[in-house]
């Protein structure tokens, strides 16, 4: 993947990409939908919620965290997750904007 230059995009462009790809794994989306759910979750309990790995929690906490969707603090053997009221504002604002509706497939091949 080519590296982004700062000089060729807006800081808002930059943003906006960097939530897109945060949210653009529905591991994701489930990780915000959880914290929101039950607050002051940390990595290890959302690594038994989900059934995955804590390092592969990390990976998909470390995308959330850079793209400002939620916050991160460190402790020993442990990371403290928040969401803050804004950034559950800000989720809300995605869910509808983009209007998003229950379908029973997402394969592409069932579009046509």
């Known amino acids: 993947m080519p590296t ?6 807006s800081t808002k462009q930059i943003a906006i990409s960097l939530t897109a790809r945060a949210l653009a794994h529905p591991c994701r989306v489930k990780m915000v939908e959880l914290l929101i759910q039950y607050p002051g979750l940390t990595n290890k309990e959302l690594s038994e919620l989900l059934h995955l790995s804590k ?35 800000n989720y809300r604002k995605l869910e509808t904007l983009f209007n998003f509706k229950s379908r029973k497939t997402y394969h592409l091949s069932h579009l046509e």
Do not use: C, M
Not at 4 to 9: A, E, G, H, M, V
Not at 56 to 80: E, M, Q, R
């Open 4 to 9: 982004i230059k700062p000089s060729d995009y």
């Open 55 to 89: 390092s592969s929690v990390h990976i998909h906490l470390k995308k959330l965290w850079d793209a400002g969707l939620i916050n991160v603090t460190y402790f020993p053997h442990a990371l403290s997750l928040e969401i803050t009221e804004k950034q559950i504002r």
